[in-house]
């Protein structure tokens, strides 16, 4: 997940996405973005916060580089917000939403282990 450091604390978007047993990288820049891409090959999606510093278009693109036919998914704050190359766009306001797209994409990490 590449978005801008949060004032205080975690995310509520971390915080959700884990509490669901999603595994999460953060990075809170443009730059730790790109690195991290080469760090961790076997990342699943990139999730990108549209007010992001620095050029998102630029991060997708070094994520697709990465991670082939891996999807890109743009947390927009207003609905015209926009990145080339995401693969999915959803509301920053609502972590629900990014959850469902998760699971319809991987499905419930919660029932792997048959629980």
Known sequence: MAEPEPEQALSAR???LETAKFNVITAHSTRESMALCEQ??????LIIHGSLKGDCAKVVAKFKDCHRN???ILLAPSPSTSCDGVDHQVSSHNPEELLGLLRQLFGDPRKVDGG
């Open 14 to 16: 971390k915080l959700v």
């Open 40 to 45: 961790f090959p076997g990342v699943d999606a």
């Open 70 to 72: 891996k999807p890109a």
